[in-house]
């Protein structure tokens, strides 16, 4: 059964928000990320949102592809122009996959957690992930955009049909119900908007603090490839202001990592 997202909800109940003042809706687009990346080419405004049923060329990160049903993810793309630092660029896409977690629980009591740098999981599985992609001039952004596909109404490896690239989940599967899509977006998006005006004027103290106590890598023993040749093994600590990873290796020497893919590794050392 494939229910559409009810636009009608999300437009009434993000009305007020002075911050995500355009939303656009498609049933069937090649992939979120792409087409806010034409619009913000084009002019279009900060807070913009590309919200898809279907994609048939969603990527993730490391040129993967992102693979969902129509109709049963939230697959969207924040379309940003943020005036900060090009070193902070990651605090953005902390605060999605924040505003994710924190949404997901208070609408289905479904304890997430963030894995660093991009990913969201409920234990060991993969609930959803997030692709960031900027353009820079200068040390000013011209755009950033924020694509996260979230599995809601399937069942990853049970009855779609679909290969998985990783352990998979989804909220139906978590809860044994259909979740509102609707619902969850919009709770995702007032999310994102009080975090980010607390950022904005408070400084990112607060929301450090919330995403570290999410970060389900923090005493774990990992292994961080950052390019092809430079691997970083040691214990994640925490997720500093930037959004960077903490690792201390085993000389006690902290490494800052601002992206990067992390394997976890047992105790002993595998
Ligand atoms: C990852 O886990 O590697 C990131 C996946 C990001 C997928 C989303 S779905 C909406 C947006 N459009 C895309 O093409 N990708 C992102």
Partial sequence: MTTPINRNFVADALKNS????????????????DL????????????????????????????????????SSLLFSLLLRP???????????????????EAVETQTNVKA????????YVKERKLAGILTEFSVTGKRFKYVILGIGINVNWKPEEDTGMHMLYPATSLMKETGQRV????????????YEAHYMDISRNG???AKQL?????????????????????????????????ALLVSD?????????????????????
């Fill in 18 to 33: 002075g911050f995500f003042g355009k939303l656009m809706f498609y049933d069937c687009i090649e992939s979120t990320n």
């Fill in 36 to 71: 806010a990346k034409t619009m913000a080419l084009e002019g279009a405004e900060n807070g913009t949102v590309v919200i898809a049923e279907t994609q048939t060329k969603g990527r993730g990160r490391m040129g993967r592809r992102w693979m969902s049903p129509p109709y």
């Fill in 83 to 101: 005036d900060i630092h090009i070193g902070k660029v990651f605090t953005l896409t902390m605060l999605l996959a924040l505003s994710t977690v």
């Fill in 113 to 120: 957690m963030i894995k660093w740098p991009n990913d969201i």
């Fill in 180 to 191: 509102s899509r609707e619902r969850l977006l919009v709770n995702i998006l007032s999310a």
């Fill in 204 to 206: 990112p103290a607060r």
């Fill in 211 to 243: 995403w570290n106590k999410r970060s389900m890598l923090t005493g774990k023993n990992i292994s961080v490839s950052v390019s092809d040749n430079k691997v970083t093994n040691g214990t994640a600590t925490g997720i500093d202001e930037n959004g």
């Fill in 250 to 270: 085993t000389k006690g020497q902290i490494h800052t990592i601002l992206n990067g893919d992390v394997h976890v590794r047992n105790m002993t050392g595998s």
